[in-house]
């Protein structure tokens, strides 16, 4: 019962946010950058569902295309991040050898770095801006890729149907791609879900200490920043990006555990 009540709430979390997303693109109660000095730090209500900030800005808008952001920013790390570490750590896997040793000195190098220092000082050299946080993170997150592929590769390539292949003659690129790499997909899928939260958490950190998407345009993380001076007078700034946050992680973690527990015999009860 436990574990069907964290699936459905995952699947029903993460439905929600990829609605709100889909509908950042097509419709906004307000425009979340137009400023209305007469409406400054306006309390929720009927008229501003999470009330206005301090230059009239409606704050749901702003949350709204934040998660807009945040969503891309995160899909085209993760999507960069597990096909670069996918192709590595299928070579360091199979291949062995020098190849292992070079690849894996260099990944074990960058992952002495915490993640979020490696891509604060990474977007500090590049600056701010979405492609520099999507390079910046790709490759603050590349070394748990590698090594989460690798360690199944050296796995699936001891196994009979990769002998087989070896034996009918197949060349080691047709073996990697027809029978090792089909074989690691559910591993991807679990660290892919990971990383999105993850990467989400790492974004919205970045941008709250204003390395971020460089305002005007909202983010979770700025917003929350900019928040910091009004906790009193107007609480209700951090509650929208802060309950965004909560709640896309939250739902993000579970259905990780969900795909965890599917494609791992070993994690089921």
């Not at 400054?40 to 209500?45: E, G, I, K, M, W």
């Not at 292949?165 to 074989?183: E, Q």
């Amino acid at each position: 019962m436990k574990g069907r009540f964290s699936r459905m709430l995952g699947f029903g979390l993460v439905g929600l946010l990829l609605i709100v997303v889909l509908l950042g693109f097509v419709w906004l109660p307000y425009d979340p950058l137009a400023i209305d000095l007469d409406q400054t730090l306006a309390a929720p209500s009927p008229l501003h569902w999470f009330g206005t900030d301090e230059f009239g800005r409606d704050v749901a808008s702003r949350a709204m295309f934040g998660a807009r952001e945040s969503v891309l920013i995160a899909v085209q790390t993760v999507t960069v991040a597990i096909v670069a570490g996918t192709l590595l750590g299928l070579l360091t896997g199979f291949l062995r050898g020098w190849t292992d040793r070079i690849l894996m000195t260099f990944s074990d190098a960058l992952l002495a770095f915490p993640g979020i220092l490696l891509a604060l000082a990474l977007v500090s050299v590049l600056g701010s801006s979405r492609h520099s946080i999507v390079i910046a993170l790709a490759i603050a997150y590349l070394p748990a890729t590698v090594r989460v592929v690798r360690a199944a590769v050296l796995s699936i390539r001891e196994r009979e149907y990769v002998e087989a292949s070896r034996v009918a003659g197949d060349g080691v690129i047709y073996t990697m791609w027809r029978h090792v790499l089909p074989n690691t997909v559910p591993q991807l899928l679990v660290l892919a879900t990971s990383l999105f939260g993850w990467v989400i958490l790492s974004e919205s950190a970045l941008s709250f200490l204003g390395v971020g998407v460089p305002p005007p345009a909202p983010t979770w993380g700025n917003m929350l920043s900019s928040a910091r001076p009004y906790m009193y007078a107007a609480s209700w700034l951090s509650i929208a990006p802060g309950l965004c946050i909560v709640a896309t992680l939250l739902g993000i973690n579970m259905l990780g555990d969900t795909l965890r527990d599917r494609f791992d015999p070993r994690g089921r009860t």
